[in-house]
């Protein structure tokens, strides 16, 4: 759930400005390194800045055995065997690597509130933060970590979040947080706090990890996280993978915020949806202009304003929700995942940012002509059209009239091979 404008200036780790023109460069972590030792969960008492997040010895991902082993995924600079431990991401290499020089998974970095498997392209990812499922500090840090390797992983085609806690998404923001927070913030005027959130959002993406190491030893350190928080979320939207949501839960607060930058959103029959941030004096902290884009703004302020949850049939109904699932939610959005995770990343990527951008026409005319011209003659669209020739009838009749499943399916032949 989001914090207030007002409450900005006490560097509070839901808070942001309120402006759409905030955004900031997401600068990937030139080295992550995980600590090992026992595993402690995170729990609100704990102050937003002096957290001891959840530790993890082994493979990680909240593999239920310590030190198991994950099957390799063949092929490519993504395979890698045995436990993954003190790994580093590097920013400077294609994929994060290990000490020994192993290119480690996406599904094989430790999280402290995920667990994950990997199926083919598909990555599910079960949000698992007992009993719950609130959104944390430590959730975030997950997040920001887990879109930055999924970029740069090419054995991920498409990513489904999921609750891992029974009957839960991420219900919203942890308010015992929110109040711990508040206590320790401090008001001070709109034109201080837009010049406070400004400035550590500039040194945070320019002077990059050393800014940020610095900053995590300040009272700014929790609006530090917030705006990697930030960019994370804006940077699915110019993912190479296809995500989506698979509600199975109360979606409200930052859950909903955090979905709303999916590309799917498929919700089980009895899933709720609620907003109720103004009814508590609170507003948006990263998910508005997403929300009145999926919704339209007059839509998504009287959601607001309501204050009480809706059905999965009246956020279908108003937008939010893509899919219905009245069986398996999580089954019937890996359906669709692999399906999308045979697309070619590449492409999704130039394709995701010609639709999410918000840029004048002309700017994206001029984009999609420089992506037509990239795209036309790589090795990939070649073989695809010289294909789609050979599986026209004697007539010369369309393909996609005569033979399209093989093209609608993926299997017509593999777009992601190198």
């Not at 990680?60 to 063949?74: I, K, M």
């Not at 040194?203 to 996280?225: D, K, Y």
């Not at 507003?283 to 339209?296: D, E, I, Y």
Request: overall charge positive; glycine content about 8%; aromatic content about 6%.
């Amino acid at each position: 759930m989001a914090s207030s404008a007002r409450t900005a200036a006490g560097f509070l780790p839901m808070t942001g400005s309120s402006r759409s023109d905030d955004a900031i460069t997401m600068v990937p972590r030139s080295r992550i390194t995980r600590p090992t030792g026992p595993r402690r969960w995170w729990t609100a008492a704990d102050s937003p800045w002096t957290a001891k997040y959840s530790r993890w010895r082994g493979v990680g991902a909240g593999c239920a055995n310590v030190g198991e082993n994950r099957p390799p995924v063949r092929g490519g600079l993504m395979t890698t065997t045995g436990p993954v431990t003190d790994a580093t991401i590097d920013s400077a290499s294609p994929v994060p690597r290990n000490p020994r020089g192993h290119a480690v998974r996406t599904v094989d970095l430790a999280y402290s509130t995920f667990r994950c498997d990997q199926s083919g392209r598909v990555l599910t990812v079960r949000v698992d933060a007992p009993p719950f499922n609130f959104m944390t500090a430590a959730m975030q840090e997950d997040f920001i970590r887990l879109v930055a390797a999924v970029a740069r992983d090419s054995s991920v085609g498409a990513v489904i979040v999921t609750g891992g806690v029974p009957g839960r998404y991420i219900t919203h923001y942890d308010i015992a947080d929110l109040l711990h927070s508040a206590g320790t913030g401090r008001p001070m005027p709109r034109a201080v706090a837009s010049l406070v959130v400004r400035s550590i959002k500039t040194i945070s993406s320019v002077g990059g990890e050393p800014a940020r190491r610095l900053l995590q030893r300040t009272p700014a350190a929790s609006l530090a996280r917030l705006g990697q928080f930030q960019a994370a979320c804006a940077a699915i939207l110019h993912s190479p993978a296809v995500w989506i949501a698979a509600i199975d839960g109360p979606c409200g607060g930052g859950g909903i915020e955090l979905s709303g930058y999916f590309d799917l959103r498929v919700a089980a029959r009895d899933a709720s949806f609620m907003l109720p941030e103004l009814s508590i004096g609170l507003s948006t902290t990263f998910g508005a202009k997403r929300l009145a884009a999926l919704v339209g703004p007059s839509r998504a302020l009287k959601i607001m304003l309501d204050a009480r949850a809706l059905t999965a049939t009246e956020a279908e109904e108003a937008g939010w929700v893509d899919v219905i699932s009245d069986d398996d939610v999580v089954v019937d959005a890996q359906s669709l995942a692999g399906l999308y995770s045979r697309r070619p990343r590449d492409v999704i990527a130039a394709q995701k940012a010609l639709l999410n951008d918000t840029v004048p026409m002309s700017e994206s005319l001029t984009r999609e002509a420089i992506d037509q011209t990239v795209g036309l003659p790589s090795a990939s669209t070649r073989a695809a059209l010289t294909l789609w020739l050979k599986m026209q009838n004697p007539a010369g009749d369309s393909t996609f009239l005569t033979d399209p499943e093989p093209f609608q399916a993926g299997t017509a032949l593999d777009l992601n091979a190198s």
